[in-house]
C-alpha cells in the first residue's frame, strides 16, 4: 500500500518542463562562450561523418575505395566518418563529390538568408 500512496503522490506533484535549449545553456554553456561553441562544433562533425558514411554506403563503397576516389588515405575517411578529425572544406566537398552527392551550406548574416552559388 505505501507503494501506491507514493505512486499517488508522485502523480499528484508538478514537474516543471525545460527546453533543450535551457538545458544546454545550464549544462553544456550559453551561447557564445567557448564550451557551447565547442559542443555545437562536434555535434555538426558527428552529423556530417554520419552522413558521409551513410551516402559511402549507399554506395556500396568500402572507405579505401572512397578514399582512393577522393586522393586520401582509408584512414582519413574513417576519421571523417568517425568525427575524430576536423577535414578542410575542400576533402569534405571531394569527398561528397565522389559519392556523387550534392551539398549545400547555408549562410545567415545579420538574420539575411545567403544563397552560395
Same mark, same amino acid.
Given at each position: 500500500?505505501?507503494?501506491?500512496? $507514493? /505512486?499517488?503522490?508522485?502523480?499528484? #506533484?508538478?514537474? $516543471?518542463?525545460?527546453?533543450?535549449?535551457?538545458? $544546454?545553456?545550464?549544462? /553544456? &554553456?550559453? !551561447?557564445?562562450? #567557448? *564550451?557551447?561553441? *565547442?559542443? *555545437?562544433?562536434?555535434?555538426?562533425?558527428?552529423?556530417? &561523418?554520419?552522413? =558521409?558514411?551513410?551516402?559511402? %554506403? *549507399?554506395?556500396?563503397?568500402? %572507405?579505401?575505395?572512397?578514399? %582512393?576516389?577522393? &586522393? !586520401?588515405?582509408?584512414?582519413? =575517411?574513417?576519421?571523417?566518418?568517425?568525427? #575524430?578529425?576536423?577535414?578542410? =572544406?575542400? #576533402? /569534405?566537398?571531394?569527398?561528397?563529390?565522389?559519392?556523387?552527392?550534392? =551539398?549545400?551550406?547555408?549562410?545567415?548574416?545579420?538574420? %539575411?538568408?545567403?544563397?552560395?552559388?
Amino acid at each position: 500500500m505505501k507503494t501506491n500512496k $507514493k /505512486i499517488k503522490t508522485m502523480a499528484n #506533484t508538478e514537474m $516543471k518542463t525545460h527546453t533543450l535549449a535551457e538545458m $544546454k545553456d545550464k549544462y /553544456i &554553456g550559453k !551561447v557564445g562562450t #567557448t *564550451e557551447r561553441d *565547442e559542443y *555545437e562544433y562536434e555535434l555538426r562533425m558527428d552529423v556530417l &561523418g554520419r552522413m =558521409i558514411k551513410s551516402a559511402r %554506403q *549507399e554506395r556500396n563503397l568500402t %572507405q579505401e575505395q572512397l578514399g %582512393q576516389l577522393v &586522393g !586520401v588515405q582509408k584512414s582519413q =575517411i574513417s576519421k571523417l566518418e568517425s568525427s #575524430t578529425n576536423s577535414a578542410t =572544406i575542400d #576533402t /569534405i566537398l571531394k569527398v561528397f563529390k565522389a559519392l556523387k552527392a550534392d =551539398i549545400h551550406f547555408n549562410v545567415t548574416l545579420e538574420n %539575411q538568408y545567403l544563397q552560395l552559388l
